[in-house]
């Protein structure tokens, strides 16, 4: 028996399926860039609250860090926003592939998010340890 | 060096970004392997927002000490335990978040491959590194009743 190879260019009926997948992938950028988003928002809002408790507790005074927790928040916001772009190209660019019968496996995207994942994290650690050098 | 063999070559292999060779795939047809290749992007993005995860909860077992602290009305002691916490917490969601990379670069060149075959140990392996994160936060909650 001789395998056909890479049959001419499209056996049509799995196409649905491929463009449906590639939705779904579409869909899993656009929960993690809203991961990143919600955390940055949770942190600078957490944030305001545990100076506000800080300032009590000083009776009015410090309120240190202001300036570097609103900058964390920025970062995390900034990545979600670069990870919902990463995917949407990635998206467009996937869809053209399948259209064409010729699906290219690039790792680009997951680069960039993992450069972003790994910023986000040493910006996040560097911060714990700012912060509590201040307080 | 050729450029069928020099580090280029070798950079664009492992990154998927040279040319696609005509015979890619498991034999089962284009659709499948684009298929293969999507579930495998999304099993990245799954494992990521597990590292993102762990970088929340680092965040959060960090900052919420000090809340602890005064609903319990305790002077917030104790915060070097939950520093040190929150930045293994932090640090193994990058880790986690490499390790996956790599898990789907792994993958993506089995798909390519005549057999897939599934990387169950690389995958308990970064299971694995949350279920230390699970103990070292159970340590820490019974340290700090």
């Known amino acids: 028996m001789t395998v056909e190879p890479q049959s001419p260019p499209r056996p049509d009926e799995t196409r649905p399926r491929e463009h449906l997948a590639n939705e779904r992938t579409l869909l899993a950028w656009a929960r993690t860039a809203i991961t990143f988003i919600a955390l940055g928002f949770g942190v600078s809002r957490f944030d305001v609250f545990l100076r506000q408790l800080r300032k009590v507790d000083n009776g009015g005074g410090g309120g240190a860090g202001a300036g570097f927790s609103a900058a964390i928040g920025i970062v995390f916001v900034l990545a979600g926003l670069l990870t919902a772009t990463a995917g949407v190209t990635r998206y467009l660019e996937a869809r053209g592939q399948i259209e064409d019968g010729r699906y290219e496996p690039r790792a680009w995207p997951l680069v960039v998010l993992t450069c972003v994942m790994c910023a986000v994290g040493l910006a996040l650690m560097a911060y714990l340890v700012v912060d509590v050098a201040r307080s | ?145």
């Open chain 2, 1 to 145: 060096m050729s450029p069928e063999t020099g580090w280029r070559r070798r950079l664009e292999i492992a990154l998927g970004s040279g040319p696609v060779p005509a015979d890619a795939g498991r034999g089962a047809g284009e659709g499948v392997r684009t298929r293969d290749h999507l579930a495998n992007t999304r099993t990245f993005l799954s494992w990521m927002r597990l590292a993102l995860t762990l970088v929340a909860v680092g965040y959060a077992v960090d900052k919420l000490g000090v809340v602890t602290a005064r609903v319990q009305d305790r002077p917030p002691s104790g915060e070097e335990g939950d520093r040190t916490t929150a930045l293994a917490l932090v640090l193994s969601g990058g880790v986690l978040a490499n390790l996956s990379f790599a898990r789907f670069v792994l993958q993506r060149r089995v798909i390519e491959g005549p057999a897939l075959r599934s990387r169950a140990l690389l995958d308990v392996t970064l299971m694995g590194i949350a279920g230390v994160i699970g103990v070292i936060v159970l340590l820490f909650l019974l340290r700090t009743g």
